[in-house]
């Protein structure tokens, strides 16, 4: 019957006691005979135990340090089964008991859990949090951010006023006050500051051979800066991070680290939203102009012919430049569009390329 | 007649034994408890922690054993709670401080007085953390202990960081050394004393040579340095009790270190992390089979000296400053 032998500690010395011990169903109690004539007895309900291996170690909640040790399976499993009958098995163990198969269908779930609300919720909070920060925080972000960049590249001066000229010429829908910087430099690129600030370089500028080009430029950037693309983008991070982080770091470091670079990942692709956004909105706004929308696709053939090196459409932020332009060139067929040509952004565009 | 032969040969050549360290702990069983402090974690909005954390000291103590015979944790969630919460009113009241110098204009003095409060705090927090975790491990039903003074802690910290600033960081080796020692060689389990005898010199050189070494092989030599350290931690460690000890040896070699460790990380990052169980099992299963024990000591005879302590905010504080528990 529930009968084993095991080895006794009595909480004074570490010298181990043999003893028999026996497992008394009907009055729930644990009964051992030390020195064969003295009987202890254990009520089932105060005891608890730990179960490792093969090894069962049993305790007394009247003294936490005196303990039976027991080495025998079958013991140890009439043993659990009667605690549990008498519902003397806690909801942890109950749980850890379930073994490994439940247990990876919970890391599962967890997991599952995790993507979902990454993919649901962080977006949806990154949009309400931009809707809470006021606007005058883009502008002092964005300012701080031009100075910086001002001090250390050299503007165009005349260039400078040229493009304003001839972004004052057109109706942008702009929110905010915009300020056109011509930078100096063979880099083809350009970008903007949430505060307004448009920054060109005459890399680009020298690459273009129509105005509809830069008109498709300018729409592209300002879209950017209606949409405040750059602080979206922020909230998205930041609450992506803390997210991620939250989550993931009282798991281990590795995890952890493995969560911040799908979060990168996951940001280009937020990025790539965005671009599309300004690119649709873009081509609007030279529909709205009265402006061919075919400079934008000009655009985007002059900037893939200049690139050197194809970047993947995954880790590149902007959408890959062939993709862009089939989707432009579509986006165009389905909107009705008449556009005269325009002497006066012609002289200017002219100015500024000379 | 023969009873008092016997009794002059053990005194002539002490019967040396070989104690037998081990780990029992499965990655699958370690994988159980993780996940569900995992889901209980996420679920009460990290309140869960402090059980979570006894939950793991749990099963790591309890499935290392020594002679068979399992170690055993008996901290609970509950005190680790208590502890949590005034971990959390201290640093409260340090960031408060800081605020309201910051307030009143005065941000110089302000961040000086948190530096030192946050110094002041570590060997406070070193000593709780010992005294906690130390009173609420047993073996075979004795209870260890820690019987550092808080005072004579404190003031030799201060005088160690003191050093270590002025000589520019090279004093932190002696610094290591004298805290381990300080620490290591107040622990006590029942009447058996701990002692650590590690020297900062050898310890710098040590150091020294590793670093070194390391840039020269990109890295390589770094696994041999591993080596080095955890010799150096094991091999100045013994135990003692009554004339009779138990000294500590390490067998791991740079190979193995290095075949631990690469196997361990391939292992975590395959795995997307999940297998951060298996890794630590794993590490746990090379540590104590890498440590030899050897001596005289009878384990049979161990009694009972320490008392009971249950206030783990000191526990809770290493915990949140992220300082790793030596031994």
Same mark, same amino acid.
């Not at chain 1, 995954?314 to 890959?320: L, N, R, V």
């Not at chain 2, 000591?297 to 005879?301: Q, S, V």
């Given at each position: 019957m529930n009968k084993t032998s095991g080895k006794y500690f009595?909480?004074?010395?570490s010298r181990p006691q043999d003893i028999e011990l026996q497992l008394d169903e009907i009055n729930a109690e644990l009964r051992f005979g030390i020195y064969l004539n003295t009987t202890n007895r254990w009520p089932l309900e105060n005891i608890s135990f730990e179960h490792i291996g093969d090894s069962l170690e049993i305790r007394c909640k009247s003294n936490l340090l005196a303990l039976i040790k027991v080495i025998d399976d079958n013991f140890a499993e009439e043993f659990i089964s009667i605690l549990k009958a008498k519902g003397h098995i806690s909801w942890y163990q109950r749980i850890i008991r379930l073994g490994i198969k439940i247990h990876l269908a919970i890391a599962a779930l967890i997991l599952g859990a995790i993507i979902a609300g990454y993919l649901l919720f962080i977006p949806w909070v990154g949009e309400k949090a931009v809707l809470l920060i006021p606007v005058h925080y883009d502008i002092s972000m964005g300012q701080t951010f031009y100075k910086q960049y001002v001090d250390n590249n050299s503007i165009d001066n005349k260039k400078t006023k040229y493009l304003n000229l001839f972004a004052a010429k057109?109706?942008?829908?702009?929110?905010q006050k915009l300020h056109f910087t011509v930078i100096?430099? #063979?880099?083809?690129n350009a970008f903007s500051l949430p505060d307004g600030h448009i920054i060109v370089f005459t890399g680009l500028i020298n690459l273009m051979k129509d105005y509809d080009e830069l008109a498709g430029l300018i729409g592209h950037e300002v879209s950017h800066v209606n949409n405040r693309h750059s602080m979206k983008m922020l909230c998205r991070n930041l609450s992506g991070y803390l997210f991620i982080s939250a989550v993931l770091s009282d798991v281990n470091g590795i995890m952890a680290v493995i969560g911040d670079n799908v979060h990168n990942l996951q940001n280009l692709s937020y990025s790539r939203q965005f671009e599309q956004q300004a690119d649709e909105q873009g081509t609007q706004i030279l529909i709205l102009n009265g402006i061919n929308p075919k400079g934008m696709t000009d655009l985007f053939t002059r900037l893939q012919s200049s690139e050197k090196v194809v970047v993947p459409a995954?880790?590149?932020?902007? #959408?890959?430049t062939t993709d862009r332009i089939v989707y432009i060139k579509k986006l165009i067929a389905h909107s009705p569009h008449q556009y005269v040509y325009n002497p006066t952004l012609n002289e200017l565009f002219n100015k500024l390329k000379n | 007649m023969e009873i008092e032969n016997e009794i002059e040969n053990e005194k002539k050549i002490p019967d040396l034994k070989k104690y037998k360290l081990s780990f029992h702990g499965q990655g699958k069983a370690y994988f159980g408890i993780l996940i569900v402090n995992w889901l209980l974690t996420i679920v009460t909005l990290g309140f869960y922690y402090p059980w979570a954390k006894a939950r793991n000291l749990q099963f790591l103590y309890g499935s290392t054993a020594l002679e068979n015979d399992r170690f055993t944790f008996h901290g609970t969630g509950k005190e680790m709670f208590v502890g949590f919460i005034k971990t959390i009113v201290i640093f409260g009241i340090i960031y408060g401080i800081l605020m309201l110098f910051i307030y009143l204009e005065m941000p110089v003095l302000g961040i000086t007085i948190f530096y030192f409060l946050f110094i002041a705090i570590l060997p406070v927090a070193i000593h709780g953390s010992y005294r906690y975790r130390f009173s609420r491990t047993s073996w075979r039903g004795i209870r260890f202990g820690y019987r550092g003074d808080r005072n004579e802690l404190f003031l030799g910290f201060f005088k160690w960081i003191f050093f270590t600033i002025i000589t520019l960081g090279i004093y932190g080796s002696w610094m290591e050394m004298k805290l381990r020692g300080y620490l290591l060689s107040n622990v006590r389990a029942g009447n058996v004393e701990f002692k650590y005898k590690g020297v900062g010199s050898e310890y710098f050189v040590l150091n020294l040579k590793g670093y070194l070494l390391t840039l020269i092989t990109l890295g390589i030599y770094s696994f041999w340095w591993y080596k080095d350290l955890f010799a150096y931690y094991v091999e100045n460690l013994s135990m003692h009790k009554a004339g009779q000890q138990i000294k500590l040896k390490s067998i791991a070699t740079g190979g193995d270190f290095f075949k631990m460790i690469m196997l361990n990380l391939l292992i975590v990052i395959f795995t997307l992390g999940l297998g951060y169980a298996w890794a630590i099992t794993r590490t746990m299963n090379f540590m104590t089979s890498k440590i030899k024990l050897e001596g005289d000591?009878?384990?049979?005879?161990i009694l009972q000296t320490e008392d009971d302590y249950n206030d783990a905010t000191g526990d809770d504080m290493t915990g949140l400053l992220d300082i790793n528990f030596i031994i």
């Open positions: 009595d909480g004074i010395s057109l109706q942008l829908r702009n929110t100096d430099s #063979p880099t083809v995954f880790i590149s932020s902007h #959408p890959i | 000591m009878d384990l049979d005879t």
